[in-house]
């Protein structure tokens, strides 16, 4: 076999593969328990959060008309409630996937690490150590935005996006139709963006991983280097290949932030475009109340579609990572235990001397 050096980039995927994401679920289960708790608390605040513009609309069409002051501050009290318990979940739901998502990156770095305990030489000849150095910490750092975050608030806003349409239907079907105007457009550029990405962060974990190499083959041959005063030349590779690392960082942020800006502004020409027809039909067939409701509706609708883009954005870059860390686990050790071999019991390393004896 052929060994990698920190110049040459490693061989990528060709297509997008979401098994990837089938074996990662495998260590989310475990955790199954604790996911459904958490995520029973995010529902709980978003079903929560749902009451604020519809105690708005309640306010304007009703409340202050009549000059109700009675149900005024019934409804201020039940919204200020509504508030301490948001808190209270937003609090929890912090600390509990942020323990979640660590636990599961944990439970990652020991399999990666004891796999690599029964691999042979040949597998630690081909490559540089520090190319599989960065597989068992860096890579995996990089995949606790998407466990600490991701999994469970995907879950969450697409909940959050379902109760949304329900209440948004329940307000004025017209407007609601109306907002959805440009989703069409939302999913045709996630379609146009995901290869680029992909392909960006795949690019990138190689110039990481041929960065990081160099730097572990630098310090560990320090006393070569400055026995044959390869200093400044050791210097001029590692400005090249930082240099290659920094363009594909570029390239890939580019790529990246082409999404979010996208949504944010579909957000925002659909707000636009719903305050042009509502005032139009004010006293016609929508009140105030529905309008400023149905507005305030519209943001808990596109904040959770905003970060599920982000979301999207978190998945296809771990993609690039989980294909190395997958890679590393799925190489075959050569030398196996047979199906049946006897465990060896602990070793105390203490030698007892029995029917000997000196003189």
């Not at 260590?27 to 328990?33: A, F, N, S």
């Not at 399999?111 to 597989?135: M, V």
């Amino acid at each position: 076999m052929a060994r990698n050096t920190f110049d040459v980039d490693e061989t990528l995927e060709k297509e997008f593969n979401w098994s990837h994401y089938k074996r990662l679920g495998a260590y989310i289960k475990p955790y199954k328990k604790a996911v459904f708790k958490t995520l029973f608390v995010i529902i709980l605040a978003n079903l929560v959060s749902m009451l604020g513009p519809y105690f708005t609309k309640i306010a304007i069409d009703q409340v202050i008309p009549q000059k109700n002051l009675s149900l005024l501050l019934i409804l201020g009290a039940i919204f200020l409630f509504s508030l301490v318990i948001i808190g209270w979940c937003m609090r929890y739901r912090i600390y509990a996937i942020t323990e979640i998502g660590q636990d599961i990156l944990k439970d990652m770095r020991f399999s990666i690490f004891e796999h690599l305990q029964k691999l042979p030489f040949s597998y630690f000849d081909s490559r540089p150590h520090g190319k599989i150095l960065i597989r068992v910490v860096n890579y995996i750092n990089t995949l606790s935005d998407l466990l600490s975050n991701g999994l469970i608030n995907l879950i969450s806003d697409l909940f959050n996006v379902i109760i949304t349409l329900i209440f948004m239907l329940f307000i004025d079907v017209k407007l609601t139709l109306y907002s959805l105007l440009l989703l069409p457009v939302l999913f045709v550029m996630v379609l146009f963006i995901q290869g680029k990405q992909r392909k960006a962060y795949q690019e990138l974990s190689n110039k990481q991983s041929n960065l990081n190499a160099y730097i572990h083959e630098s310090i560990s041959g320090i006393k070569i280097t400055q026995s044959f005063a390869r200093e400044d030349e050791n210097f001029q590779i590692f400005n090249e290949v930082s240099e290659e690392y920094r363009q594909s960082f570029m390239k890939a942020v580019r790529v990246q932030y082409l999404l979010w800006p996208a949504v944010q502004n579909i957000s925002v020409i659909t707000t636009c475009f719903i305050y042009f027809v509502g005032i139009r039909q004010l006293g016609v067939s929508v009140t105030t109340g529905t309008l400023i409701a149905f507005i305030g509706y519209i943001n808990n609708f596109w904040n959770p579609v905003i970060n599920i883009g982000n979301f999207y954005n978190s998945l296809i870059t771990a993609t690039a990572y989980l294909e190395r860390i997958f890679e590393t686990m799925d190489v075959v050790p050569e030398i196996q235990d047979a199906p049946h071999a006897i465990a060896l019991p602990p070793i105390k390393g203490t030698v007892d001397f029995q029917h000997v004896y000196f003189r």
